[in-house]
C-alpha cells in the first residue's frame, strides 16, 4: 500500500484547547496512532499524518470529529476519543441526527452503529418499539437515554421501567430480605443506565416525585400510563399474559419499548416466551416497530463480542452434530 503524508491544520483559539484535543501528554494522539497505524507528529496548530493512504484518511475522520466535539462542547475525554473510533470503525454517521440530551452533562448518547442508529430512529418514530438482541448491543441503554431526553425536554411527563422478577437458576423466596431487597438485584441494570444520565441526587428526587419508576413488571397490573415512556426489559422473560397486561397499559401521549435478548429466555422448560409471542402476533401493525441487534452492534468490551461469537459457534455446531 502506498504510504501517503497528509498535513492537519487546526484553528484552536488557546493553549488549553490544544491541551484537550492532543490530551495530557498526547495521550488522545497515541489513541487514535494506535487505532489507524498512522504517525502523527504535532506542530503548534497543524498535525502531520504520515501512513497508509487509507489509515492517514481514517486517522483524519477521527481528528476532523474529534476536533468538532471539542468547538462545541468545550472539552473532550479520553472516552470520546475512543468513541468516535468505534462510530468510525462501525462507519455510523450521525449527522442530522437530533442529539439525544439527558441531564448530566458529562455524558454524550450517541449510536455506535447503524444498527444502534436505526434502533434510535425507531423508538423516536413508533409508539411501540420491540428491540431484540445479544449482551452489549445497548438495547436498555438506548431505551433509557430515549425516554431521559424526551423528560428532559418535557415531551413526556414521566418514565417507568420494569423488569420481570425471573430468576436465573435461583428463587426469589430463597433470597434474604424484604420484597424490595429481594427484587432490587433485577433492576439494578436500570438503575445503572440511569446513573450514566442524571446525578444521583437528581435521581433519588425524581423517583421520589414519581416522575421515574423502576419497578418489578407486576407492580404495572391495573394502571394506565399517560405521557410517559415506558421500558420493559428482559421481556423474553415474560409470559403471553405478562407481556399483553404490559402492552395494555399503555395510555395517551406515550411510548413503549419492549427490549430482550430471545436467546437468553429463563422461562421454566416448555412455558412461552411473551416477547416471541407478540412478535409474531403484532408483525404489520402501523406504529409498531421490530429491531433486531446482532453481534456487530456489540459495543461493550471487545472480549463481549468475541464471547458471544463463540457460544454460537459451538451452538451451531452442535445443530449440525445433531
Known amino acids: 500500500m502506498k504510504e501517503e503524508t497528509l ?36 506542530r503548534q496548530d497543524s498535525l502531520l499524518l504520515r501512513g497508509d493512504a487509507p489509515d492517514v484518511v481514517r486517522a483524519g475522520e477521527v481528528l476532523d470529529r474529534i476536533h468538532k466535539r471539542l468547538i462545541a462542547r468545550g472539552a473532550l475525554s479520553e472516552q470520546d476519543v475512543h468513541d468516535v473510533i468505534t462510530q468510525l470503525e462501525h462507519r455510523v454517521s450521525t449527522d442530522g441526527m437530533e442529539p439525544i440530551t439527558v441531564f448530566s452533562h458529562k455524558a454524550v448518547i450517541e449510536p ?44 413526556i411527563r414521566r418514565i417507568v421501567l420494569a423488569r420481570p422478577a425471573v430468576e436465573a437458576g435461583e428463587k426469589l423466596g430463597f433470597l434474604p430480605g424484604d420484597l424490595q431487597a429481594k427484587v432490587n438485584p433485577y433492576l439494578r441494570p436500570l438503575f445503572d ?91 404489520g401493525i402501523p406504529g409498531i416497530a421490530f429491531v433486531d441487534l446482532d453481534e456487530s452492534d456489540i459495543v461493550r468490551h471487545r472480549l463481549v463480542q468475541n464471547i458471544v461469537n463463540a457460544y454460537e459457534r459451538r451452538k451451531d455446531a452442535g445443530k449440525a452434530d445433531a
Open 193 to 283: 443506565s440511569l446513573e450514566d444520565m442524571m446525578e444521583f441526587a437528581q435521581m433519588r428526587k425524581f423517583m421520589e416525585m414519581d416522575i421515574i419508576e423502576v419497578i418489578p413488571l407486576a407492580f404495572m397490573r391495573g394502571r394506565t400510563l399517560n405521557e410517559a415512556v415506558v421500558i420493559c426489559d428482559e421481556a423474553q422473560n415474560t409470559s403471553p399474559q405478562q407481556m399483553l397486561m404490559v402492552l395494555t397499559r399503555l395510555g395517551r401521549g406515550s411510548k413503549m419499548i419492549i427490549t430482550g435478548d430471545i436467546t437468553q429466555v429463563d422461562l421454566e422448560t416448555g412455558q412461552t416466551s411473551g416477547m416471541i409471542d407478540a412478535k409474531r402476533t403484532l408483525q
Open 7 to 42: 498535513e492537519i491544520r487546526l484553528h484552536l483559539d488557546s493553549d488549553k484547547q490544544r491541551l484537550e484535543l492532543f490530551g495530557p501528554r498526547d495521550k488522545h494522539l497515541r489513541l487514535i496512532r494506535g487505532a489507524t497505524g498512522v504517525e502523527i507528529v504535532a
Open 112 to 155: 455506535f452503529t447503524k444498527g444502534q442508529l436505526h434502533y434510535i430512529e425507531k423508538m423516536l418514530k413508533n409508539d411501540l418499539t420491540f428491540c431484540t438482541g445479544p449482551a452489549g448491543t445497548g438495547k436498555t441503554y438506548l431505551a433509557v437515554a430515549v425516554a431521559v431526553s424526551m423528560l428532559k425536554k418535557r415531551q
